[in-house]
């Protein structure tokens, strides 16, 4: 039963992304909406990891930007 009921939210989500990505002239609040809507989308089908849901961006280490130079 739990499982229709994610299987329906996330039809009815589709649904919703597809209307908003193929409307013209999307307002901004509309705009806003699709971008929650996807990541929500995202969430839900376990295609964003940890990293990507933290809102602050991985600071580097000294150490870190050295070994990139040397890979590079």
Known sequence: ???NQQDLKMSDMNR???F???EK???ESEI???QILKFARDVESNRVTNNEMSSKPKR???TDVRLKRVKA
Do not use: A, G
């Open 16 to 18: 919703r992304i597809y």
């Open 60 to 62: 580097l280490s000294l």
């Open 1 to 3: 039963m739990k499982r």
């Open 20 to 22: 908003l990505e193929t």
């Open 32 to 34: 806003k909406e699709l």
């Open 25 to 27: 002239n999307l307002s």
